[in-house]
């Protein structure tokens, strides 16, 4: 029996469920966004068993979705987030071919805290929601390390909302918004009463004396947004084909909501 301040795994669940939730007010194509990213990882990797590394794992919902389509994977989950980390942890601790890991995507060399095989390499790096956190500059090392880690052929697949540059497209990048903004309106004419946003989230998971010495490390940690030129398509592709990426283009899109892919 877990102890009271020990997150029990049908706790950690709910939490997970309340995060996918909410995640689904900003993302209503979040669920077709992660078929579409593992049907890729599927058909692109052409083996039962791919090695994926999934950067920014937050609780775990891609990792989990994706083992349940391909159980034979491994699926490394990074987050530098001890609450989400925790509760990844509690409720799929025991999913076959799942393993979490504490590791800053901003530090040197974190790479090699996964622990891989030097004998085998990585089959596909997947992330969703993510990696619009990090700047231009930790862009460029993170995919330069993510370049490292695949085998030729190999895929990098980012699910994100990626926005047309105002410098270069401007037109274009404020119809973007303007399209997104009327599509939110039309589902939320009033706001969002009655559904728990993320805000609301995170003080929720704040009053749960379960997680209180998680919460207190990840205010300490402050893993955050980092600045807008991250959420820059722009940025994106211009980094991975610096990084040596062969192919780098769009294969799946919503608005600016998308599934970033790329050829090692
Ligand atoms: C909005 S959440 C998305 C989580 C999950 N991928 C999903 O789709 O539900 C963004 C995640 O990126 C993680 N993240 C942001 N910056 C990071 C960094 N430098 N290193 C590791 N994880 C990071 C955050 O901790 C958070 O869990």
């Known amino acids: 029996m877990p102890s009271s301040t020990e997150l029990a795994p049908a706790a950690a669940r709910d939490w997970i469920t309340r995060w996918d939730r909410q995640q689904e007010i900003y ?35 891609l990792a989990v979705r994706l083992l349940a389509r391909l159980p034979q994977a491994t699926v490394l ?3 530098a987030d001890p609450v989400t980390l925790s509760l990844g942890r509690s409720a799929y601790g025991d999913t076959p071919g799942l393993r979490f890991l504490d590791v800053d995507l901003r530090a040197a060399g974190w790479a090699a805290r996964l622990g891989l ?10 992330s969703t929601t993510a990696l619009h956190w990090l700047t231009a500059a930790e862009l460029h090392e993170l995919y330069h390390a993510v370049a490292g880690l695949l ?12 926005r047309l540059d105002e410098a270069s497209a401007p037109v274009l990048a404020r119809l973007d918004r303007v399209l997104e903004e ?6 939320f004419p009033d706001g969002y ?3 728990e946003d993320w805000q609301q989230w995170w003080q929720a998971i704040a009053a749960d004396p379960a997680l209180a010495g998680k919460v207190a490390e990840r205010e300490r940690r402050a893993v955050g947004h980092h600045g807008p030129e991250g959420a820059l398509l722009s940025v994106h592709a211009g980094a991975l084909r610096a990084a040596g990426f062969a192919e780098v283009g769009t294969l799946w899109q919503r608005g600016s909501n998308r599934l970033l892919a790329a050829v090692r």
């Open 27 to 61: 993302l209503p194509d979040r669920e077709d966004r992660f078929t579409a990213l593992i049907d890729a990882v599927e058909a692109g990797t052409g083996r039962p068993d791919p090695l994926v590394v999934d950067l920014g794992c937050g609780p775990g919902s």
């Open 193 to 195: 009463p009655g559904r």
């Open 151 to 162: 085998r030729p052929g190999g895929l990098f697949l980012d699910g994100d909302h990626l």
């Open 182 to 187: 009327r599509e939110d309106h039309r589902r």
């Open 117 to 126: 095989d030097p004998g085998r390499a990585v089959d596909a790096v997947v």
């Open 77 to 79: 989950a990074v987050d």
